[in-house]
Structure formats: C-alpha cells, structure tokens
C-alpha cells in the first residue's frame, strides 16, 4: 500500500498486476492494471486512463504526487 502524507490517496498495487485507488473516503476510485519495469510503473485505469510514476528510494512519484509505502501496524 502506498500513501501520500495526508492519508487522502491510498495505491493498492495487487499482486495480480492490478491497482485499485482510494481517495478520501471514495473507495475504489479507480482501478486498473500496471505494470513495473524497474523502477518505473505505467497505470492504465478501466477507462483506458494513463499515467506513470517512478520509484526512489523506496518514494513513489506519481502524477505530481509523492506517495510513501504505509507501514504495517
């Protein structure tokens, strides 16, 4: 699971190759496929949406977002 500070932007990035995105309290605002090539992702959400980011230093940059993996409690 990957998350901005704030908590409002929630990736969950599947095992499957699948992603499914919260925002706020709107779970599953968007969903799709990814696909990782070292350390880059492509997304492609059920509308056929694109976007990518980058992975540095365990921070993933996305679409002007800055997204960190949540810790497991």
Do not use: C
């Amino acid at each position: 699971m990957w998350v901005t500070v704030d908590g409002h932007i929630r990736h969950e990035l599947l095992p499957n190759g699948r992603y499914d995105e919260a925002r706020g309290t709107r779970k599953s605002a968007y969903q799709g496929r990814y696909a990782l090539t070292g350390d880059h992702i492509d997304y492609v959400d059920n509308t056929g949406f694109t976007a990518d980011g980058d992975f540095r230093r365990d921070v993933l940059y996305h679409a002007g977002m800055v997204l960190y993996r949540e810790l497991k409690k």
